[in-house]
């Protein structure tokens, strides 16, 4: 079975850092394109950020372009984000999730993990 | 920057009925590249529908994706009572890489 756990979630003040982690098993890492996504209360979804299977590309939204930063470590079957000068608006829920397509593609996201909460406040 | 609007915002009906859940992008794009979620509250959204028309490992043949261009549908033939849930449309592009509809919210009538 597919899982992925999700952790460092927390509070953080404006302008703090925190890292995030994913934690996968059941499926073959080093094969799949990774995803964070998230989700302010009571709002809807937005995609923050992915990086391919071997790691060595990346992408970004806007809003966390600059800020964050992506990674994987597929000794550990571990996908990161490195989230820095966060932002009130910064706050939500963080899921991972892995990319899925045809041949190795990532055009949508399954499966995702129950996430985790980052609150920016001071 | 393709947008995605879903509609109706919210949609309430019964148990057994038939819902029709609507998502329109702002400019044509292709199907291979369109998917539908499910989320329901407290839990991480679910792949329904993928590449518009085809559903995801486990998903009851009630729910069924259609659509093509700038206009798709999620229909769902009989409402069970675990259906009430909102739902959410993606489309993988360039710009940004994925966008996602704002949601539509099942609730019982």
């Known amino acids: 079975e597919v899982q992925l756990l999700e952790s460092g979630g927390g509070l953080v003040q404006p302008g703090g850092s925190l890292r995030l982690s994913c934690a996968a098993s059941?499926?073959?890492?080093?094969?799949?394109?990774m995803n964070w996504v998230r989700q302010a209360p009571g709002k809807g979804l937005e995609w923050v950020s992915e990086i391919s299977a071997g790691g060595d590309s990346t992408y970004y939204a806007d809003s966390v372009k600059g800020r964050f930063t992506i990674s994987r470590d597929n000794s550990k079957n571990t996908l990161y984000v490195q989230m820095s000068n966060l932002r009130v608006e910064d706050t939500a829920v963080y899921y991972c999730?892995?990319?899925?397509?045809?041949?190795?593609?990532?055009?949508?996201?399954?499966?995702w993990g129950q996430g985790t909460l980052v609150t920016v406040s001071s | 920057e393709i947008v995605l609007t879903q509609s109706p915002g919210t949609l309430s009906l019964s148990p057994g009925e038939r819902a029709t859940l609507s998502c329109r992008a702002s400019q044509s794009v292709g199907s291979t590249y369109f998917a539908w979620y499910q989320q329901k509250p407290g839990q991480a959204p679910r792949l329904l529908i993928y590449?518009?028309?085809y559903r995801a490992t486990g998903i009851p043949d009630r729910f069924s994706g259609s659509g093509s261009g700038t206009d798709f549908t999620l229909t769902i033939s009989r409402l069970e009572p675990e259906d009430f849930a909102f739902y959410y449309c993606?489309?993988?592009?360039?710009?940004?890489?994925?966008?996602f509809g704002q949601g539509t919210k099942l609730e019982i009538k």
């Open positions: 590449a518009a028309s």
């Open positions: 999730a892995k990319g899925s397509g045809w041949y190795g593609t990532s055009y949508w996201f399954d499966p």
């Open positions: 993606q489309h993988y592009g360039n710009s940004p890489r994925y966008t």
């Open positions: 059941g499926f073959t890492f080093t094969s799949y394109v």
